[in-house]
């Protein structure tokens, strides 16, 4: 392990150094606490990360921003355009479904100012689970609330029950299903007539975590964040990810950044991982070496069933962070992912730091 963190650290170090001289990372990144101190008292410009899922939602939180929005209500309006687009099979509405095909959401949000959060987790039939994560926030003395009753809770408030199942995904769980086991019932299509079992492979129909998480500071130096997903796909009906966790999928200091992640949420509840990378900035690391650190621990920590051969992990887990003074950095297990920022300037996507080049 040692040694591929010495090879490791010198990909991350790459990266921040190709994004700052294509003027996408602040100098302060590799420069340390206090050159991001004189930035800070030079002035700031708003900033905004997300998933690779989120340009949309980037784009429209700093234009909430702009308008002189609250941080959390920023971000809650960046991923709700998400959390309504059918075509996004992460998150609310289309989102994949349980084994039973029936889609269950969590999320949480963090506001700064206040140190205050809220979460709902397994909720059914509400698109929207960051709004009814905010009024969690807003209008209770709770900080989570689940199944059932995260739905009574949001129907109090006057959420509208739908069927967030579309054709989309009602198509991808059933083909999952036909695809478990030849031993079953379930016919894939062209077996009824004669035509072969076909691929009766689960590995063809891989698990997914897909997830946004959208952060933000303000000019400020106000800051919030958000996570909401579907979570993973065609898991037990009441299993609940890291999204709505606070210190898991989620966490803001207003004092320090924010942090939150998309991928494999059981591995980041292990190891409370945003609550880590905050407090590694806390202690003076960049963004970008706050996602590595707590990177590495997830990797040491991992048991050996997900472990590939080489002792990699076969799973992927990755990470948003933006400090108090707008540096921000993303960061996966493994290569080839992209995330979302607007820099005050401009909607775009850049490429993640990495542990390992895809294999
Ligand atoms: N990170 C999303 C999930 O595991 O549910």
Redesign the pocket.
């Known amino acids: 392990m040692a040694a591929e963190s010495n090879v490791n650290r010198r990909t991350f170090i790459q990266v921040s150094t190709a994004a700052v001289a294509g003027g996408l990372v602040s100098q302060d990144v590799l420069a340390g606490p206090a050159a991001a101190s004189e930035r800070a008292s030079a002035g700031r410009r708003p900033v905004v990360i997300s998933s690779a899922n989120g340009l949309a939602a980037v784009a429209e939180a700093m234009r909430q921003l702009n308008s002189g929005a609250d941080p959390l209500d920023a971000v809650i309006e960046g991923v709700v355009k998400v959390e309504d687009d059918p075509n996004d099979t992460s998150v609310g509405l289309g989102g994949l479904p349980n084994e039973d095909g029936v889609v269950e959401l ?1 999320a949480s949000c963090m506001h700064g100012p206040t140190h205050k959060a809220g979460g709902v987790a397994a909720l059914r039939n509400i698109r929207n689970p960051s709004k009814v994560a905010r009024l969690v926030m807003q209008r209770t003395d709770h900080v989570l609330i689940v199944g059932e009753g995260a739905l009574r809770f949001a129907k109090a408030h006057g959420f509208m029950e739908e069927n967030l199942l579309t054709d989309a995904s009602r198509e991808i769980w059933l083909r999952w299903k036909e695809s478990l086991s030849k031993d079953d019932d379930w016919l894939e299509p062209g077996e009824w007539n004669g035509g072969g079992k076909g691929a009766a492979n689960p590995a063809a129909i891989p698990f997914t ?3 946004i998480n959208c952060c933000a500071v303000d000019a400020k130096g106000d800051i919030a964040g958000v996570t909401t ?1 579907s ?2 796909s065609y898991k037990i009906p009441g299993r609940v ?3 709505p966790i606070i210190g898991a ?1 989620l966490y803001v200091d207003n004092k320090v950044g924010a942090a939150g ?6 591995a ?1 509840l292990q190891n409370c991982s945003s609550f880590q990378i905050v407090d590694e900035m806390r202690r003076g690391n960049s963004p970008e070496e706050a996602c590595r650190i707590v990177l590495e621990r997830i990797v040491e920590h991992t048991e050996s069933r997900l472990r590939k051969k080489n002792g990699r992990p076969d799973y992927d887990l990755k990470f948003y962070a933006v400090s108090k003074t707008g540096e921000y950095a993303a960061a996966s297990l493994w290569s080839g992912a992209k995330f979302a920022v607007h820099d005050g300037a401009q909607a775009k996507l850049e490429d993640m730091h990495y542990l390992y080049k895809a294999e």
């Open positions: 969590d975590y897909g997830t997903t979570g993973l990810g890291d999204s999928g992640s998309t991928g494999r949420g059981e980041n």
